[in-house]
């Protein structure tokens, strides 16, 4: 029965003895499936790579793939790419960041800081969309294939898988940075997105009445002594 218990059967790359299996030459992890020296192999990303950062930062991304292992070794590379009136052009920022092993298949991967919503159109030129090819290392040195991540912002931009994206209607794009109709310019109230004016530059509010401040009455009781 104890001869059963093992993983896989040790996918048939070694023997199972008490409960635990013992590799043949050239393979390893707990059921024996990776091979030695081999890179893992790239699966997918959750949904299907796309992450909206009106959802959430983007800063860290599973990736699953097949011959993964926990080793002190296990490292994820990013590579950034501009995402830009559909073209993708490799950015001169590339480096690798720390990974988590989460299980069978699965790698944490920690990402850099896209520019996807990052500062205000007065102070920084943004992005609506930024890409990343991400992969994963056992010994940081042999790298499965690249997987596409995607960052965008979703309230201009409708994106599909590989950083396929196109402009929203009825938004505006100031400076990298997204807006839906009659958002105010958060550097300026008296300016407003409106796309039938512009939907590159900021508009004069059209409605620019002064600030009406109200008081609730108040009524003031004394307490009996």
Not at 24 to 38: F, P, W
Not at 171 to 200: A, K, Y
């Amino acid at each position: 029965i104890t001869a059963n218990l093992c993983p896989r059967q040790c996918s048939n790359q070694g023997q199972c003895v008490n409960g635990t299996c013992e590799c043949n030459e050239g393979y390893t992890s707990e059921d024996c499936s990776i091979q030695v020296g081999a890179p893992p192999v790239a699966v997918e990303l959750p949904s299907d790579g796309l992450c909206d950062v009106r959802s959430r930062p983007c800063m860290k991304t599973s990736f699953f793939a097949d011959g993964v292992m926990d080793s002190e070794n296990l490292t994820c590379r990013i590579i950034q790419l501009q995402i830009y009136n559909g073209m993708k052009i490799q950015a001169n920022t590339s480096g690798r960041t720390e990974a988590t092993f989460r299980g069978f298949g699965e790698v944490s991967c920690h990402l850099p800081r896209s520019p996807v919503r990052y500062g205000t159109p007065a102070t920084d030129e943004g992005a609506v969309a930024h890409g990343m090819l991400i992969s994963v290392s056992n010994d940081g040195e042999r790298f499965s294939d690249e997987l596409f991540f995607t960052v965008y912002d979703s309230v201009c931009q409708e994106c599909t898988q590989g950083g396929d994206c196109v402009w929203k209607p009825d938004t505006c794009i100031v400076r990298g940075h997204c807006f839906g109709s009659e958002d105010p310019n958060p550097d300026n109230w008296c300016q407003q997105c409106l796309p039938d004016m512009s939907n590159t530059t900021w508009s004069d509010r059209l409605v620019n009445n002064p600030p009406r401040f109200t008081m609730a009455s108040t009524t003031i009781t004394k307490l009996a002594e």
